[in-house]
């Protein structure tokens, strides 16, 4: 095979991936967008002010309903921890927006089987209950009250803007009121937006990413590096080897589902697969943004629980799903190669594409151009507002 047939070989298995996900990506963003509309985040940190594990499971449903590309997740807890929400809540609700979402369920359910959705939803819990006790145990008050203090200096991440907006309808009535309101329908459209122009980079780079190792890395390679010859091995090494890939990967967000398909397919457990997944907060340019929110040593701190926690999930998930006979059989495993095809997949993409185009049409007719400059830069010292209610026409 030439070098131009590779990289068209490569371009293929990346198209093909983009076409199977589309329109589970708009709905998972449409709903995400829906729930931000009318939930302000004003009233989060609020509610999140200690780690009893009522407020930890408040966190954790917050921030599943606060889908966040993983840079805005990683800025929105600093913002809460800033404004007071305790650290380790502001943690979970971080995990949480991330690794809790609707979106990433319904793409893990399409590429991978429902298998590995129910797997996300069991192992984000069982990460944050993880984390939390390490953080009870280890986390001590000297560490935490520097890492607040590196906090308060207010030093740039990635997306801060973007972290700081709250698009939500202001006002009174109920959800549905608010929602079909001109507000609603704008803050809607702003969300919607907003959440893919955070997302847009990760996702191609992923889809990108994973097409290339597809097409020019050999099974024989995952399968040596996984231990795919030695069952027990294999389950042991999985999920400890699983997020130094995604370490390494520099792919966080939903941009590591497709390359988690390759992964399965080339041999690695299941239980290894969620790991490498739940560790989107962990990739190198992450780390750094940890470093210049809360010092080195809270970054190594974050680095050594968050993966122990990450490992942890990794197991459960592996011993429960086995226990159960729910694992799938990874000789059916297969990278989507067929392109287009006029099948239910493409009406669901004709369908949802003219939605977002709606929602894209009303964004631009509402002062949506200045609020994308706004996305990147320093946090402020007070978070920006958007008035839906002066934006409506």
């Known amino acids: 095979m030439s070098a131009v047939d590779a990289v068209l070989h490569a371009l293929s298995i990346t198209g093909s991936m983009t076409w199977e996900i589309t329109w589970a990506l708009i709905l998972g963003f449409l709903l995400s967008a829906i729930v931000q509309a009318v939930v302000r985040k004003s009233t989060v940190a609020g509610l999140l002010g200690d780690d009893r594990p009522r407020t930890l499971g408040v966190a954790a449903l917050l921030g599943a309903a606060s889908s966040s590309c993983s840079y805005a997740a990683v800025a929105l807890a600093r913002s809460l921890f800033r404004k007071g929400a305790d650290f380790t809540a502001a943690m979970a609700f971080e995990i949480a927006s991330t690794n809790l979402v609707v979106e990433l369920g319904v793409i893990l359910a399409l590429l991978m089987g429902w298998q590995f959705t129910v797997a996300e939803f069991v192992g984000g819990p069982v990460m944050i209950v993880v984390l ?80 290339a190792i597809a097409a020019w890395v050999p099974d024989s390679f995952w399968q040596a590096l996984f231990l795919e010859g030695h069952p027990l091995a294999s389950k042991i090494w999985g999920p400890l080897i699983g997020p130094l890939v995604a370490i390494a990967s520099f792919v966080c967000s939903i941009g590591n589902v497709p390359l988690a398909v390759v992964l399965w397919k080339g041999g690695i457990s299941f239980g290894g697969v969620i790991s490498f997944i739940f560790a989107d907060l962990l990739i190198l340019p992450i780390l750094h943004i940890y470093r210049n929110y809360y010092g080195r040593r809270m970054m190594l701190f974050i680095l050594a629980t968050f993966y122990t926690a990450v490992v942890a999930a990794g197991y459960v998930v592996e011993i429960l799903f086995g226990a159960l006979g729910l694992i799938p059989d990874q000789a059916d495993a297969e990278v989507p190669t067929e392109g287009v095809s006029w099948d239910y997949t493409a009406w669901l993409n004709i369908l949802f594409l003219l939605v977002a185009a709606a929602l894209v049409v009303r964004f631009l007719r509402t002062g949506g151009r200045g609020m994308l400059r706004m996305m990147g830069g320093a946090p402020p010292p007070a978070a920006p507002t958007a008035d839906h209610a002066a934006h409506h026409p």
């Open 132 to 211: 939390a006790v390490l953080f009870r145990l280890f986390l001590r008050a000297r560490l935490l009250e520097r890492a607040r203090a590196q906090a308060e200096r207010g030093v740039a991440g990635s997306m801060e803007g973007h972290a700081a907006m709250d698009m939500s309808v202001a006002g009174e009535g109920g959800f549905r009121r608010r929602l079909f309101s001109p507000a609603g329908l704008t803050s809607t459209s702003h969300v919607f937006v907003m959440e893919w122009a955070a997302i847009w980079k990760d996702l191609v780079a992923g889809l990108l990413i994973a097409g």
